[in-house]
């Protein structure tokens, strides 16, 4: 592990000149294990220079209690605890179409767990999943909303290859987004949200070897700079529209 942060400690340096860095455990690191057996690895990474806290990317369905606790007695320490939720859409159809594996009821009942904890919550959400529209964004962000989020990161959907969504795209029964729609749609959602909610993220990219579409993806900074001109025409988030 300590390879793995002084790896990514150096790239984001490079980058950014950041001195202080939070250790972001993903899918197979994050919550899956016993508490801990987490203990272990969470100490660890906090252990190494300039780590002063953690950003923990799980699924709604896969949130144990001791978990969450583990996490408050770490922000209770005072570190910069972040925990993430992959919801992606708050219908529960269209996540039973990408094989998601849980509900929206999940993540409500995760959500109401969390907050009981007192943790800092950032939850994902993805534009462009097969079947929705603009209309299915702003309702799955508002119900986001009402349920209470510090943060959010949005998502373009990508297709990748050997999954059942790149089989339908090559039958053209599902077509990707395009940038245009992307930014107005991700402009949009900026928009709704009111200020003191933190954008962590604004898009996504897939490794070249695996991405097939929307091509465009591949390009973030050009993504980013086309929504930041989106931001300054139409506006900014919510509490700065007035």
């Known amino acids: 592990m300590a390879e793995q942060i002084a790896a990514g400690k150096a790239v984001i340096a490079r980058r950014t000149g950041a001195q202080r860095y939070l250790a972001y455990f993903q899918a197979y690191t994050n919550t899956y294990d016993d508490?801990?057996?987490l203990r272990q690895l969470y100490d660890d990474a906090l252990s190494q220079p300039q780590v002063v806290g953690l950003s923990i990317g799980t699924r709604p369905?896969?949130?144990?209690?001791?978990v969450l606790a583990l996490l408050a007695d770490y922000q209770q320490q005072g570190y910069e605890i972040w925990l993430e939720l992959g919801l992606q859409s708050a219908f529960d159809d269209s996540l039973r179409r990408v094989n998601r594996g849980h509900g929206f009821a999940e993540y409500q009942d995760a959500v109401r767990r969390t907050h009981a904890h007192n943790l800092q919550l950032c939850t994902h959400l993805i534009v462009g999943l097969p079947g929705e529209t603009a209309a299915h964004n702003r309702e799955s962000l508002q119900r986001v909303l009402d349920l209470g989020t510090h943060g959010l990161k949005l998502h373009p959907l990508?297709?990748?290859?050997?999954?059942?969504?790149a089989k339908q795209w090559k039958r053209g029964e599902y077509q990707a987004l395009t940038c245009t729609d992307y930014i107005a749609i991700a402009g949009d959602l900026v928009r709704r949200t009111p200020q003191e909610v933190i954008f962590h993220r604004l898009t996504a990219t897939a490794s070249p070897e695996l991405l097939l579409a929307p091509e465009w993806c591949a390009r973030k900074w050009a993504v980013l700079n086309a929504l930041s001109r989106n931001l300054a025409r139409y506006g900014g988030q919510a509490a700065q529209l007035d």
Do not use: I
């Not at 990508?158 to 969504?165: A, I, S």
């Open 61 to 66: 369905d896969c949130l144990p209690d001791a």
């Open 158 to 165: 990508h297709v990748v290859k050997n999954t059942l969504l």
């Open 35 to 37: 508490a801990e057996r």
